[in-house]
């Protein structure tokens, strides 16, 4: 794991010096502070942090072919690399480490472009071809490693994250208006967009050519959920089950110590099973919890540790919302309003304290169905030539009730209304329709849906989708890699760890989305068959868990720890010269909110962030450059 860098100048430019890229590396030192490398030619600057995880010590980068043509700087790991070596030795190539690294070195040599495509694993790769005067950047099938980069007519430049871009002479940290919206929608900036305007994320699933000063992107994978799989229930059983435990045991390759987050929900659970079932000593498990009953999975996770055997480790965690903040919104880069980072950057601190590497549970959800959103939309399309009566009920329904619980109902009166895909994206928005336009201005707002129609896309060009696939390409192109996989990221890499999804596996992903929808969703309930195969492993308190999420509870802080906070800075003039969200509405949601009249604990949590991230971002390079 690691954290890279470079910059790449058009024909006729050369590179900065060196300490260019010392200083991005320094930004990102938390991503690797194991080892630094830098490498510069005429045209090409490369840096890298490396934490290092396989083959300690010969895993240096950059790292060069033998005739000096090609260098590489890779974050990530490859789950194959074993076998892809196998494969390149019988080609005749002499391997000087042991070391993934070197294997996607030499699977460029011998494949080119072609060779991502060979890659299992999660990766953010830059290759610089010296004697083609090609930059080659790729990122892995989903998302989980990041990848910025930004380019003109000079050079193009790129890194792990965006701080390090920001380190570059001549950055410039103009904010994008588009970015802005659809963060106060979603409480993220969707890739490929970021927040400063001109710099790009590369999409997951994709790679980019900078050749002659101009550069394309092409796509070399995408989740194919047609024709389906005709199996039988018991063979499709057999069939998950093989790939969940060569999904798990590919990940089991370290030279450092691992272990697990453990929530006590269905998707860890098994990944902590078969860790189990692999190793012969025990699973090192990690779990948190808030003194709030609500909040805490504790009992749950300690239920699962005790069935395993597991070394648990659990911690109650009474945080300083306040500096929590200001932890979370450096390390997150972009204005980021999804609560649950911080108890994820408290399980990723427990962790490190023992361990360099984790497994965790993330992306069984999106694979197979498990987020009750997913339900609420299909019985709502399951209306059919009902839904224009529904919607008129449930808007009435609106108007005639408190405002607190009326909202709702307009809500899902609105959606009945709308086409696909404005009807599942307004739905999953962090921030209400009204609030968003309250605090943007009511002309700015738009419609939520304008900011992710594009992420749409793969589920819009398959016309034989059927409704759950297509919401479920919708999460694949954008909520999991630029919501959940950036929280693991970023927090994980907060605390110098590395993480890894099994269930990410893109062959258990494309077994996954290829199920006949009553395989994944029956009797109401999601993930049917990966329950049905994880009861052999797990007791059966784990498999009718109600799934709680890995949230904290905002409503109560913000009638507490972070009222004055939140009163402070939304009074404050950085805030409203600012202008970034109106302050009166602010102040209006936050008063409703401690007079108990509703619950706007996202909205404010989501300003709060943007303002903090305000403050670091843009005022402290201000203050710097002055």
Sequence with gaps: MCGIVGIVAAPGCEAPAEDVARRMNAAIFHRGPDDEGVWRDRRALLGMRRLAIIDVAGG?????????????????????????????????????????????????????????????GMFAIALWDAAAGTLLLARDRLGEKPLFYAQDAKRLIFASELKALARVPGFRRELDPEAIQAYVCFGYVPNPACIFRGVRKLPPGHYLRYADGRSEVVRYWQVDFEPKLSLSEDAAAEELAALLDQAVSSRL???????????????????????????????????????????????????????????????????????????????LDEPFADASALPTFFVAQLARRHVTMVLTG????????G???????LRLQQLGALRPA????????????????????????????????????SGVALTRADVAAALTGEAAA??????????????????????????????????????????????????????????????????????????????GRGKYLLRKVAARWLPPAVLTKRKQGFAIPLAQWFRGPLRTLAADTFDSRAFRERGLLRADTARALLADHVAGRADHGEALWLILCLESWARHYLDTAVAAAA
């Design 390 to 425: 529904a919607a008129l009920a449930a808007g009435l329904a609106g108007q005639m009730l408190p405002p607190r619980y009326g909202h709702r109902w307009r809500r899902i009166g609105e959606r009945l209304r709308q086409p696909f895909p404005d009807n599942y994206l």
């Design 60 to 120: 240096h980068q950059p790292m060069h072919s033998d005739d000096g043509r090609v260098s590489l700087v890779f974050n990530g790991e490859i789950y194959n690399f074993r076998e892809l070596r196998r494969t390149l030795e019988a080609l005749g190539q002499v391997f000087r480490t042991r070391s993934d690294s070197e294997v996607v070195l030499q699977a460029y040599r011998h494949w080119g472009e072609a060779c991502f495509a060979r890659l299992n």
């Design 371 to 377: 987020y009750d959103r997913y339900l609420r939309y």
């Design 446 to 523: 738009g419609t939520p849906a304008d900011h992710y129609r594009g992420l749409a896309a793969p589920a819009r060009g398959a016309a034989g989708l059927n409704t759950l696939d297509r919401i479920v390409a919708i999460d694949l192109a954008s909520y999991l890699p630029d919501d959940i996989l950036v929280k693991l990221d970023r927090m994980a890499m907060a605390h110098s760890l590395e993480g890894r999804a099994p269930l990410l596996d893109h062959r258990l992903i494309e077994f996954a989305a290829r199920l006949p929808e009553d395989l994944r969703v029956r009797d």
């Design 253 to 331: 390759v370290s030279d450092v110590p691992f272990g697990a987050f453990l929530s006590g929900g269905i998707d860890s659970s098994v990944v902590v099973a078969l860790m189990a079932k692999h190793l012969d000593q025990p699973v090192r498990t990690f779990s948190i919890g808030f003194r709030e009953d609500a909040f805490s999975e504790l009992s749950d996770a300690r239920r699962v540790a005790e069935q395993f055997g597991t070394a648990h480790h659990e911690e109650i965690v009474v945080p300083d919302a306040v500096a929590c903040l200001e932890q979370l919104v450096w390390h």
């Design 362 to 369: 993330d992306g069984g959800d999106e694979a197979f169905a």
